[in-house]
Each structure stands twice: as structure tokens, then as C-alpha cells.
């Protein structure tokens, strides 16, 4: 079955650190460009980051610094680690698979149901 | 940054009927423009992309149109499982953004 499914949310201190991780089957892993999106409670989707099939990764600039995206095509998974955590980064965060067009970026054709992160003391 | 917005914020429709649901780019956005459904509980799924053009295996009762700033999803006749939150992404700009989302509900 194509897939994928996140782990490793939970609640976690302002200034904290934790690690998502994201294990994908049912299609070539290491053919596509991976993402990571996330939602806080009763707000919309954002993007917060991507890493290409090479390994080079994108963010927007609200999260740069702060997040960082990798991946193992052995294990076919990807992970997020976030540091120096915020109440704002409070959300369920999606993994999901990018498609990119020529002359713009992507659009995602497989998504996670999500994993929780809770920021708060 | 484009900014997307979405309207109405929640379409209440009877099972049967068409739902129109709208979605608008801040500036141009060329038909770089993606609908997804969510459903409580359930991972986001791809309706359309490049505008106009349904993803694998949806019914042919979703529609996508529009290019530039002005974009429609419509579902011809809604089904029971159709109702769900709708989002709309572009993606010819850097960054990626969403819409914030129309509800389709039962009237």
C-alpha cells in the first residue's frame, strides 16, 4: 500500500527540541521530493519545508534556522528536527510527496495523517 | 509572498446539489493551482492540479477551473462522502501557500 506515516509528536517545552520522522512505502522513496506541512488548531495549511531527491532542502523563511529536513532513502523515511520550539509551532505536521512542474514548484499527491506537536509548559 | 484566500468559509449544501467553492491568488498564479479535501482523521487528498486536471482516481463530478487569480472547484452533485474542508495551494511562487479553507456541510 502506498503510504506514509508520521511519528514522533507529542508535547514538548517552549525551547525544546524534537524529532518528526515520517516512513513511506509502497512506491520508489528516493524518486521524489519530500515535504513536510503543518497545521495549527483550527488554522490552515502551511509549508515548512522540502528536500529534493539529492538531498538539498528548502524552507520558507518563517522556519530557516530553526527547522532542519533530512532524509534516508535506505529506510525510506524522512525526518524534521525542530529546535528552539515556539506556542506557534504548535500543530499537526503532514508528511507529503511533492510533484514539481517546470516554471514552479510543487504540489503534494500523497499525504500523512499528521503527527501532534503541543508547545507549551 | 502570495496570499490565497478562499470563499465562502463554509457551503452548506444538500446531498444532490452542485457546490461551487472559490479560490482567489493575491497576484498571478497561472493555472500553478491545487485543490486538496480533508477529512477528519484521514490524510489530505489531491483533487486537482495544474487548475483543471482531476488527480488519479477522482470522480468525475469535481471540476477545476480558472486561471491567474480566479479559480473554482465545483462538484456537480454532491455525494455523502464529498463533504469535507477544501483547500486550494499555488504553487507557481516561492513559497508554497494554502488557502484557509471552505467547509462543506450538510444542509
Known amino acids: 500500500e502506498v503510504q506514509l506515516v508520521e511519528s514522533g509528536g507529542g508535547l514538548a517545552q517552549p525551547g525544546g527540541s524534537l524529532r518528526l520522522s515520517c516512513a513511506a512505502s509502497g512506491f520508489t522513496f528516493s524518486s521524489y521530493d519530500m515535504h513536510w506541512v503543518r497545521q495549527p488548531p483550527g488554522k490552515g495549511l502551511e509549508w515548512v519545508s522540502a528536500?529534493?531527491?539529492?538531498?538539498?532542502?528548502y524552507y520558507p523563511g518563517s522556519v530557516k534556522g530553526r527547522f532542519t529536513i533530512s532524509r534516508d532513502n535506505a529506510k525510506t523515511s524522512l525526518y524534521l528536527q525542530v529546535n528552539s520550539l515556539r506556542a506557534a509551532d504548535t500543530a499537526v505536521y503532514y508528511c507529503?510527496?511533492?510533484?514539481?512542474?517546470?516554471?514552479?514548484?510543487?504540489?503534494?499527491?500523497?499525504w500523512g495523517r499528521g503527527t501532534l506537536v503541543t508547545v507549551s509548559s | 509572498e502570495i496570499v490565497m484566500t478562499q470563499s465562502p468559509a463554509t457551503l452548506s449544501v444538500s446531498p444532490g446539489e452542485r457546490a461551487t467553492l472559490s479560490c482567489r491568488a493575491s497576484q498571478s498564479v497561472s493555472s500553478n493551482l491545487a485543490w486538496y479535501q480533508q477529512k477528519p482523521g484521514q490524510a489530505h487528498r489531491l483533487i486537482i492540479s495544474?487548475?483543471?486536471t482531476r488527480a488519479t482516481g477522482i470522480a468525475a463530478r469535481f471540476s477545476g477551473s480558472g486561471s491567474g487569480t480566479e479559480f473554482t472547484l465545483t462538484i456537480s452533485s454532491l455525494q455523502s462522502e464529498d463533504f469535507a474542508f477544501y483547500y486550494c495551494q499555488q504553487y507557481n511562487d516561492w513559497p508554497i501557500t494554502f488557502g484557509p479553507g471552505t467547509k462543506v456541510e450538510v444542509k
Open positions: 507529503a510527496r511533492g510533484r514539481v512542474v517546470i516554471g514552479g514548484n510543487w504540489y503534494f499527491d500523497l
Open positions: 528536500i529534493g531527491t539529492g538531498g538539498d532542502p
Open positions: 495544474g487548475a483543471s
